[in-house]
């Protein structure tokens, strides 16, 4: 894996990286994937049995395109938004919407989730945070399990996310002219 690229999806707070064996950045195909209802319908094919949990209440897989699709563009919508938002108010930033993927954990270059807005939502992105309105998109997912570590397309992002804290730490990138690295 190897990141080819950052782009800025608002600028001066939002950003997304691209990865070598990708055609868009994860921001943008997170997005596009979860509007697709040919990507929709094989994935929740390929997971039904996480989908018929009883968590998720008997949802039909077309139940679940439509609620994907609908989640997503709310999604995209505060996203949007609050990073634009945070730029000027402090009370309203990207961490308002961001949390620790692990809790307990502050670092440097924290790994954080967003969570789409439906109740029980199942979309994720997933960011290094850099300040209170300044993340790096590393990823994103429909996340079915009450945990990442078992199903592969969920240890992926993890990965991800590791590699893109990395890149970050170690700052020898001039497509990072973003970020001010100590």
């Not at 997503?72 to 919508?77: I, Q, T, Y």
Request: with cysteine; aromatic share 10%; net charge negative.
């Amino acid at each position: 894996m190897k990141i080819i690229n950052t782009f800025a999806i608002v600028k001066d707070s939002l950003y997304s990286v691209q990865y070598d064996t990708e055609m868009l950045n994860e921001f943008a195909k997170c997005f596009e994937l979860w509007n697709d209802p040919i990507y929709l319908r094989e994935f929740f094919e390929q997971h039904k049995e996480d989908l018929d949990n009883k968590f998720w209440n008997g949802i039909t897989i077309e139940e679940a395109i439509i609620k994907t699709k609908e989640d997503a563009r709310l999604f995209e919508e505060e996203l949007l938004s609050i990073a634009e938002t945070g730029k000027t108010e402090k009370l309203e930033t990207l961490s308002t919407l961001f949390e620790p993927l692990s809790k307990g954990i502050i670092e440097d270059f924290e790994k954080d989730k967003a969570k789409g807005m439906k109740r029980s939502s199942w979309l994720r992105i997933y960011a290094i945070r850099i300040e209170a309105n300044l993340f790096i998109i590393c990823g994103g997912s429909i996340k079915l399990t009450p945990t990442m570590n078992k199903r592969p397309h969920l240890i992926l992002e993890l990965d991800k996310l590791e590699f893109t804290r990395n890149y970050l730490q170690e700052g020898e990138d001039e497509n990072l002219d973003f970020v001010e690295i100590n």
